[in-house]
């Protein structure tokens, strides 16, 4: 059986209760799993950022309940307990990061804690060994570059030995480098140490090598599956303005025109699909 | 432009004084700053220079960088000793043009004001270049915490000031880029007499302002999810006295003997 990490029930949040139309997410259930790699896709405004935020009590639903290792959100004496299991990081990398020296902001968390120095050490020295940033240990943040500022935002998170991850657009505001440190970074975490990665982007190469995808439209849920699963319907994605990834829209292209070619998620597979399809 | 600016800056470096414990430093600049006010005649201020040159030198750091620092610094110094010479009448006179009279006294204060206001710069420059703002930052809270008991916050004053030293450098990328845009619109901002000058800066500054709020409400989020309360933090940092301190506190303590002494065997000329 696997263990649930986050759950939603029946989730509403609405950000003004007065004006109950601009309601950002509606009515949303579902449940993740530890170890697992999540995306949630949607189109601009679909409420992607507010889920991300529901996680780990940032914000508290309007009505319904998110539960987060079996504890409610809720409840205020939750809520150390809840963000040290379940870490974030946000979209601007220049926003998140407190001190001006790289290791001291990885301790942030740990500090407050009120660890002692010797555990928040050892911690800092791991957390910036998962994500490769050791050698940066005594540089500012502000001359790093954005993938190097994005894997200390993730050591400053696994310095609290979060067991989730939550990222909202982490990647957004990144060059095609810098995607591909902190993908990674997020790959090896999950792998060597079976961290539960919830990844909100709006990369759809992202989301082909996650386990898990998840649509949200207009604060709804309205698909749930795996990647290969999510990109068969491409029309309805098209509909709610998201694209497949180019190399299964190529594929499809490559089909139309008589080449016999499965549907396939990432470039390596289209190459070798295309291979295969000519001898 | 504003890169340019080298006071409060850190400059790393690997020295007798890089190496000193922040409370230390920042406790024995604020003696210097005091001795500086005990020098009564030309020895001791001659002492003064030589010890301020040497812990100068002993930092390691370059020569040019202090004289850039104290560059901007002549205007003051030349109004400084306009003032003096204008408006003290007391001692022999030593030029007389026409109606108008230098007296001697007017050049000993002017060298004595000039020369304090430049051990003063160079002193608590030191304490910057060769501390980095976190260091500082710790000392200062540490120096600070028996205000604890007056329940002062200083935790959260400190880190107030780490935040504002983290977000200086962000701020002023953003400016840099707020100027750019601006100008590639075609705004001007080096000519026009002062109030359309600034005028011309209010497209730089509201942008700045609107976003400088926006990241203060995604960087207070950041710091809620890592658990910041407030309360109940350790620290990741150490601070050590060591063998250094001792001996810079054993310097400067020779030296304001030093002072003093000269003060006694030697006229005061103030
Ligand atoms: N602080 C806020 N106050 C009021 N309304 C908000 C606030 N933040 C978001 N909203 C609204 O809630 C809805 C969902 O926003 P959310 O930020 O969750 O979307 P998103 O999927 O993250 O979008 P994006 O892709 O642009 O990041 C939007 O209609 C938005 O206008
Ligand atoms: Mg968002």
């Not at chain 1, 004496?77 to 990081?89: D, F, L, T």
């Not at chain 1, 010797?118 to 570059?145: N, Q, Y």
């Not at chain 2, 750091?61 to 400084?80: E, F, V």
Request: glycine share 6%.
């Amino acid at each position: 059986m696997k263990n649930e990490v986050l759950r939603f029930d029946n989730v509403t949040f609405c950000y003004d209760t007065e004006r109950p139309e601009h309601t950002a997410v509606r009515d949303l259930s579902f449940s993740l799993y530890e170890g697992e790699f999540t995306c949630i896709l949607g189109h601009n405004g679909s409420g992607k950022s507010t889920v991300a935020k529901l996680c780990n009590a940032l914000l508290l639903p309007t009505s319904g309940t998110v539960t987060a290792y079996g504890l409610d959100t809720a409840v205020e004496a939750n809520e150390n307990e809840i963000r040290r299991n379940v870490g974030m990081v946000f979209q601007n990398p220049d926003n998140q990061l407190v001190a001006t020296i790289v290791e001291d902001d990885v301790a942030f968390g740990p500090e407050n804690l009120g660890l002692p120095r010797e555990e928040i050490a050892a911690r800092v020295d791991e957390a910036l060994r998962l994500v490769g940033m050791t050698e940066f240990r005594k540089h500012e943040p502000h001359r790093l570059s954005g993938g190097q500022k994005q894997r200390v935002a993730i050591a400053g998170a696994l310095a609290m030995q979060t067991r989730c991850l939550v990222l909202d657009e982490p990647t957004a505001m990144l060059d095609p480098q810098g995607r591909q440190e902190v993908m990674e970074a997020l790959f090896k975490l999950k792998r060597e140490l079976g961290i539960t990665v919830v990844l909100v982007t709006h990369f759809m190469s992202e989301a082909v090598a996650a386990d898990r995808v998840l649509v949200m439209n207009d604060g709804k849920l309205c698909m749930d599956g795996t990647p290969r699963e999510v990109f068969a319907h491409s029309e309805e994605l098209s509909a709610i303005g998201l694209a497949v990834p180019k190399p299964l829209e190529i594929a499809r292209t490559l089909r139309q025109n008589g080449i016999p070619i499965d549907d396939v998620l990432t470039a390596d597979e289209l190459a070798q699909a295309f291979y295969n399809a000519f001898t | 432009m504003i890169r340019d600016i080298s006071i409060g800056r850190y400059f790393p470096a690997k020295s007798f004084v890089h190496a000193m414990d922040a409370r230390a430093k920042l406790l024995l600049t604020l003696a210097m700053i005091v001795v500086t006010f005990l020098c009564k005649n030309l020895y001791s201020l001659a002492a003064l220079c030589a010890f301020t040159i040497l812990v100068y030198l002993s930092s390691r750091l370059k020569p040019l960088l202090i004289l850039k620092s104290l560059k901007p610094l002549l205007p003051l110094l030349i109004l400084t000793v306009i003032m003096q010479v204008i408006f003290t009448k007391t001692g022999t006179p030593v030029l007389t043009v026409g109606k108008f009279s230098v007296y001697d006294d007017a050049l000993i204060m002017s060298l004595f004001v000039c020369v304090r206001i430049l051990v003063l710069i160079v002193v608590s420059s030191l304490l910057t270049y060769t501390t980095s703002p976190t260091r500082l930052t710790d000392a200062i809270e540490r120096l600070l915490s028996p205000l604890k008991h007056l329940k002062i916050d200083v935790g959260t004053f400190a880190m107030m000031m780490t935040i504002a030293l983290r977000f200086i450098p962000t701020l002023i990328d953003e400016i840099d880029r707020l100027t750019s845009a601006q100008k590639a619109r075609g705004a001007d901002f080096e000519s026009g007499n002062l109030i359309q000058r600034v005028k011309s800066l209010f497209p730089i500054f509201i942008p700045l302002f609107v976003s400088a709020i926006q990241r203060a409400s995604e960087l207070a989020d950041a710091m809620i999810c890592r658990c910041y309360t407030g309360e109940g933090r350790t620290s990741y940092r150490v601070m050590k006295f060591g063998w250094r301190d001792a001996v810079a506190l054993l310097a400067v303590a020779v030296f304001t003997g030093g002072v003093i002494t000269l003060n006694v065997l030697f006229a005061p000329l103030l």
